[in-house]
């Protein structure tokens, strides 16, 4: 892609994104240690700019400290020391995190310890009073109060990136929720927020083309309405589409849509050799960054001014190599 769509489809300054202090080796942990992450502190820490914050220190608590843990029921648990259970927590806690949930409006990030009382988005145990956890589990009290305080916030645990897939698709919805910020929710206009629709249209396709015709239809059909509220319902559904990683049918089913752009200005024989080579990544034989590329070189060359802004076709920086996995 040329210069000008890199600066257009990514960001020229680090992404702020909210984080738990201990991933970044700080001794916050109860045993006074912390749970350093190579992948938070490696490629991603060049495009991110880490907001650390531990709740469970903000509450008041000491380094170190006794363990705690999550007790009685999963619906409305409550924080105890694991050998102490006469004391009750959770109040202490809510207190320590609740001003900090204010200054989250201007992350476009989230990520968490996994496993924790606090900080764990899932999978959390709660025990009863027998000492043995309920079957069902729960979240962690900080990080429950977080995704209900920003719904729309892209939220992830450390341990859930190391899977290439959703690490990539964390990073792309850090990127566009980035973009949403600055390009529409800081100048609200309906222009704007018709420009954003059409710049992600590949990426959303990629997610749900059912939900991209939707929120097409959507904009149409609600031009006089409050432009708040228009913003809102948009970023709730598009959020709520790209959530989960893209399938490979529909990364198939985009590259063939943006190859058909090229119909007039690459040769038969060229676009043959290009459904090929998305053949095989259907097919599990290359990676995404294959078709990617080939693709890539056409559209700079010859495709037209709407499909070079797609987001789509470098929605982050491509040094991530995040597509190199999937």
Not at 29 to 53: D, V, W
Not at 61 to 79: A, E, K, S, Y
Not at 180 to 188: D, I, L, M, N, Y
């Amino acid at each position: 892609m040329t210069d000008q769509n890199q600066t257009n489809n990514t960001s020229p300054h680090k992404i702020p994104v909210g984080i738990s202090s201990c991933l970044l080796g700080e001794n916050v942990r109860y045993n006074g240690g912390h749970t350093q992450s190579k992948m938070c502190l490696g490629i991603l820490a060049q495009h991110f700019e880490y907001q650390p914050f531990c709740p469970e220190v903000a509450a008041g608590f000491g380094i170190p400290r006794p363990t705690m843990r999550l007790t009685g029921d999963p619906h409305n648990p409550v924080l105890q020391f694991s050998d102490d259970d006469k004391q009750d927590l959770t109040q202490q806690l809510k207190d320590g995190f609740h001003e900090q949930l204010d200054k989250y409006d201007a992350v476009d990030g989230y990520i968490l310890m996994k496993n924790s009382p606090s900080c764990g988005m899932e999978r959390i145990k709660v025990y009863q009073e027998n000492g043995y956890p309920h079957e069902e589990r729960t979240r962690g009290l900080f990080a429950d109060a977080l995704i209900a305080a920003w719904p729309m916030l892209p939220i992830e645990e450390e341990g859930r990136l190391h899977d290439p897939r959703l690490r990539e698709n964390f990073v792309m919805r850090v990127f566009s929720h980035y973009h949403f910020r600055h390009e529409v929710q800081e100048q609200p206009t309906y222009h704007n927020l018709l420009q954003y629709h059409s710049k992600h249209k590949y990426l959303l396709m990629a997610h749900s083309q059912k939900t991209y015709k939707e929120l097409g239809r959507f904009l149409a059909e609600s031009r006089q309405a409050p432009l708040e509220e228009l913003m809102e319902s948009y970023f709730t559904r598009f959020t709520e589409a790209i959530r989960k990683p893209a399938s490979r049918k529909g990364h198939c089913n985009v590259l063939q849509h943006i190859l058909g752009h090229l119909k007039r200005s690459v040769s038969g024989e060229a676009r043959q050799s290009i459904l090929a080579v998305i053949e095989q990544y259907r097919r599990g034989e290359v990676n995404l960054t294959t078709p990617m590329t080939l693709l890539a070189h056409y559209v700079e060359q010859t495709g037209d001014e709407f499909v070079q802004s797609q987001r789509y076709l470098l929605p982050y920086p491509a040094e991530l190599g995040l597509r190199n996995q999937l």
